[in-house]
């Protein structure tokens, strides 16, 4: 199974985040990382060609997901697992309060 995200920095497509059964990839788009206003999405995640791996999700969006009382309100909004990470950062980071949004990749045409 695997499941894939887009990731924008600034209304700009800016990656691919892909969960899969061995962990995470993090890879940055082509005509993004050409383009002379690319800025990385995070200090952890720096600007380059080559993927980024992790068995676990990147703490940098882990940690775009709200927590608290706004977690519990998406999560029983939606009717999401509190477990599933991959989950909750879909569904409760369209639009978040910084430049960084992730988008399922199923919701876009031609990806």
Do not use: H
């Amino acid at each position: 199974m695997s499941r894939k995200a887009l990731v924008y920095y600034q209304d700009q497509l800016a990656g691919y985040l892909t969960e899969t059964d061995e962990g995470y990839t993090f890879i940055y788009d082509g005509t993004y990382l050409q383009s002379k206003n690319a800025m990385p999405v995070s200090f952890t995640l720096p600007l380059q060609n080559q993927s980024f791996e992790s068995k676990t999700l990147f703490p940098f969006f882990d940690g775009l997901i709200p927590e608290g009382w706004l977690l519990n309100v998406g999560k029983n909004y939606w009717k999401l697992k509190g477990n599933d990470r991959f989950e909750l950062l879909l569904t409760l980071c369209r639009d978040t309060i910084g430049a960084v949004s992730i988008l399922p990749a199923e919701e876009v045409a031609d990806v």
